[in-house]
């Protein structure tokens, strides 16, 4: 988990997102892409079966 959310905290960072809709904005951009797949292999990583 520490992965993932380590890759959302930069990407908002990266967007500066100053309002809380243009935060919202940019949380649905990139957690949209996020597939199952991603959930197992984060959470493979930290040895927790799915």
Same mark, same amino acid.
């Given at each position: ?11 908002? !960072? @990266?967007?500066?997102?100053?309002? @809380?809709?243009?935060?919202?904005l ?20 930290? !040895?927790?079966?799915?």
């Amino acid at each position: 988990m520490k992965i993932a959310c380590s890759k959302v905290k930069y990407f908002l !960072r @990266k967007v500066q997102a100053r309002t @809380k809709e243009s935060l919202y904005l940019a949380l649905v951009q990139i957690l949209n892409p996020l597939i199952p797949e991603h959930a197992k292999v984060y959470f493979g990583h930290v !040895r927790i079966r799915v």
